[in-house]
């Protein structure tokens, strides 16, 4: 399996980076995947030479190659402006558009304030929705101050064993046995198998509920 990050980060070394390998680390942990990390800095020319001419510069186009084919992908960006950076957006704005549709995506961000700790949910998630990915439940966002804090870590181990556990072959989903998930469990054996596709059949008793299908319930209703 093959998982691709995509760091935007400016400076180097950078926070943005810094996450992005952490990140890469805890997915890593569970799963046997080959990384590729590509840095957008280095292609920022690139990106716009693409815009004005419509074809990509071949460092850009094996970047492309790269996410379209990888089984998942990470991708984090620094806050400008209370949302992900221009340079982010351009190159997500230059892939394919079917290149995204289905994969695991765990999105991660870094800002220097703790108040713009939603970026992950009003500007990422509906990006990466647009493009049909699986924007993974977890996502990560680290201000200057979680560096070296307990919660940090936590999300960044919880968010790469989802990854993990999304880019498993869906039968090896299937096949794990269901667990009580805990704010410091690190595996990812850990995160229930939910399936993608098709109805829902049966229901984890740890879950806690049951799901009755519709058409019985409503032969239940009509039968009284």
Request: glycine letters at 8%.
């Amino acid at each position: 399996m093959k998982l691709v990050v995509v760091s935007a980060g400016l400076s180097s070394p950078s926070s943005t980076r810094l996450l992005a390998d952490r990140l890469t680390a805890a997915t890593l942990r569970h799963v046997d995947a080959e990384p590729q990390v590509i840095e957008l800095r280095d292609l920022a020319t690139e990106i716009a030479q693409h815009f004005v001419t419509g074809f990509p510069p071949a460092r850009l186009a094996a970047a492309l190659d790269a996410v379209a084919a990888a089984d998942g992908l990470i991708a984090v960006t620094p806050v400008f402006a209370a949302s992900y950076s221009g340079l982010f957006k351009s190159f997500f704005d230059v892939i394919d558009k079917d290149a995204l549709t289905g994969k695991p995506v765990l999105l991660g961000a870094t800002g220097g304030t703790a108040r713009h700790s939603l970026v992950t949910e009003h500007a990422l998630r509906p990006l990466f929705t647009h493009l049909r990915a699986l924007a993974l439940p977890t996502a990560v966002y680290a201000a200057s101050e979680d560096w070296g804090e307990d919660g940090l870590a936590r999300r960044i181990t919880r968010g790469g064993a989802e990854l993990a556990r999304f880019m498993a072959p869906a039968d090896a989903r299937g096949a794990a046995p269901a667990t009580v998930v805990g704010p410091d469990v690190d595996t990812a054996a850990a995160i229930a198998p939910r399936s993608l596709t098709g109805a829902i059949t049966s229901v984890d008793p740890a879950d806690g509920f049951e799901i009755v299908p519709f058409a019985q319930r409503l032969a239940a209703l009509r039968a009284e």
